[in-house]
């Protein structure tokens, strides 16, 4: 009776004294130099060596006495039966020319830069035990090798890839920067993340610099390290769109002073005017101070969060922990106050009972609600703007819906009125230019969503003029074959709830009337016009996507389209570069280069695009 072994192997035809195994293709001495003396034992040896599932198949189909006493002698058969170079081979460490454990030191590399482990790992004891496990001929090698061989050979070869993305037939570039401090060492870093839009309309994001920037963050330093950045990827001033930044003072300048276009983070400006017109205030300050020491005593207290807890139980409310705000950063503190006002009963059941730093009266948690009420259109915003699809575009059409929610009369307005008119006036004062700035005029247009729907009448005649001097000054219309409208396959968009920020766009738009036109266009001013006669597709759906299937009618808007849709409306890409930043330099890290660091940093932000490939 065969072995079933023989499902694994097949005899060598040069020589019938090995057997080819099926699954790697070696060959496998049979026991002997005559066939009266051959045997399974080296075949079902390797097997359980090498090839671990089809040795457990095997042992499945080992079914007669007399096999299975052959497996339970091969399996305990010592390793010498091996031949005997194979195996001094298994015991000798890979030799220099080998590409095996070079192959083996990139992987591991790839698996610090993508799951931020300190390059310290490859020395811990546990590391060493599985490395050897998995692969004892591979000679770990030590942390030096790693930071001054494989980091820079893989810091290079990303390089080459985002290099390469970017030169593309790409006319123009968007970026945001910002400037981040570590916590743990002494070390400061400016960002530069760029934006861009390909020939197929589909939207790049890639990490250009995260470099140091330590000394005073003067104009003069920042301008002349952001002509560095600028020269260092050979990207020509022409080539820069716009620059998102923070609203300081020094930065704004530094970008004049470069000569570079920037505008400041719609998010940022969004944060200054509420804080303008709501948390300066004398009775909301009250009690977000008050609101904080409520969170901070069962923050630092067990004793006190388990009897919260236990009350929570007992009113039968979900069990949940109070938040603690971050005072730069306003939606931090309208979550804060949500937690609080959702724990109500549970809080004043406790106050009862315990000693609380502080607690709101009756009037104050009336002014909570009214602030929960009165900056959830501004969250809700917040929230729009920083999705990775936001633009330049939604600026506009943005604060105009947000503006008329702030004007309309609501019954919850009754105690908060004043609070309501400050904080429209602040927005007001904070986004007075925007529909002078050609940047956010032009993106508006350009978006299928939003065209001129959004501008007064009075300045319609005015963006068409400004529309058609971008696209006389663009690169040559070039015919294409028409297609589908993207609005023919968009999602039908969700009816606004009354009274919402949502609800604010399909107000302005049915103000602005139904639109129509022929399918006709061959001047670039024809497409203008053809275009903004036609219905915008609804909100939820893609810009980029309805011009990657209209290119070929309007191929002059589509082109103008590929620049102005690329930039970003806030600078949140920059400032979660910093998150991975902090999570690069910690504890464990805080001895890093900042060259070290930079290369981290773009590895793992960069990495993910090559891996798509």
Request: with cysteine.
């Amino acid at each position: 009776m065969a072995s079933p072994v023989w499902q694994f192997y097949q005899v060598s035809e040069k020589d019938s004294k090995f057997a080819i195994c099926k699954v790697c293709s070696k060959e496998i001495p049979r026991g002997g130099s005559q066939p009266k003396k051959f045997n399974t034992t080296n075949l079902i040896r390797h097997l359980k060596v090498r090839h671990a599932e089809e040795y457990d198949e095997f042992s499945k189909l080992a079914s007669t006495k007399a096999e299975r006493e052959r497996f339970r002698l091969a399996a305990q058969a010592p390793l010498t039966q091996l031949p005997v170079t194979e195996t001094l081979q298994q015991q000798q460490p890979y030799s220099k020319t080998s590409k095996k454990p070079k192959e083996i030191s990139a992987k591991i590399m790839e698996f610090i830069c993508l799951d931020h482990q300190p390059l310290s790992i490859v020395e811990d004891e546990g590391f060493k035990r599985l490395m050897s496990y998995l692969d004892p001929r591979y000679i770990l090698p030590g942390r030096k090798y790693f930071t001054d061989v494989c980091l820079p050979q893989l810091y290079q070869e990303v390089y080459t890839h985002i290099d390469n993305l970017m030169r593309d037939n790409i006319k123009s570039f968007s970026f945001t920067s910002d400037i981040w401090s570590s916590n743990v060492c002494p070390m400061s870093m400016l960002s530069l993340n760029a934006q861009f839009v390909d020939e197929n309309f589909e939207l790049h994001k890639v990490v250009l610099h995260s470099q140091d920037f330590s000394g005073s963050h003067t104009v003069e330093a920042l301008a002349a390290t952001f002509i560095d950045m600028f020269q260092t990827w050979g990207i020509p001033k022409e080539k820069v769109h716009v620059i998102l930044r923070v609203n300081a003072k020094n930065m704004e300048k530094a970008m004049r002073d470069a000569d570079l276009p920037s505008l400041p983070c719609m998010a940022h400006t969004l944060q200054l005017a509420v804080s303008e017109g709501v948390l300066s205030q004398r009775s909301f300050s009250d009690v977000i101070a008050s609101g904080r020491r409520i969170v901070s005593h069962f923050k630092h207290s067990q004793l006190a969060y388990s009897r919260l807890q236990s009350i929570q139980k007992q009113l039968g409310q979900p069990i949940k922990r109070l938040q603690q705000d971050v005072p730069t950063r306003w939606n931090s503190t309208l979550y804060m106050l949500q937690s609080l006002l959702e724990q109500r009963r549970a809080l004043s059941a406790y106050g009862a009972d315990y000693d609380l730093p502080a607690m709101f009266t009756d009037s104050q948690w009336t002014l909570v609600e009214n602030m929960i009420s009165l900056l959830a259109p501004f969250e809700e915003l917040t929230q729009q703007i920083s999705l990775s699809t936001a633009s330049a575009a939604d600026v506009i059409p943005s604060i105009r819906a947000l503006t008329r929610l702030l004007e309309k009369t609501a019954e919850t307005d009754q105690d908060a009125k004043t609070s309501k008119a400050t904080l429209l006036e602040a927005v007001q004062k904070r986004f007075r230019d925007i529909e002078s700035e050609r940047l956010y005029t032009i993106a508006t247009v350009l978006d299928p969503r939003y065209k001129d729907r959004y501008f007064p009448d009075a300045l319609k005649p005015q963006i068409r003029e400004l529309l058609s001097d971008v696209l006389a000054a663009g690169p040559e219309q070039q015919n294409g074959e028409g297609s589908l409208a993207a609005s023919d396959s968009e999602p039908p968009e969700k009816v606004p709830r009354a009274g919402s920020l949502h609800a604010m766009y399909a107000e302005l738009l049915d103000e602005d009337g139904e639109h129509g036109g022929d399918d006709s266009c061959s001047s670039a001013s024809s497409q203008m016009n053809l275009y903004l006669s036609e219905p915008v597709i609804p909100r939820n759906g893609q810009p980029l996507v309805f011009w990657q299937y209209n290119k070929g009618r309007f191929p002059a808007l589509a082109q103008a389209a590929r620049t102005y849709l690329c930039a970003p409306c806030t600078n949140v890409d920059s400032k979660q570069l910093f998150i991975t930043g902090g999570n690069v330099v910690d504890d464990k890290r805080n001895k890093l280069s900042a060259k070290n660091v930079e290369m981290l940093i773009f590895i793992k932000k960069n990495m993910p695009l090559m891996l798509k490939k």
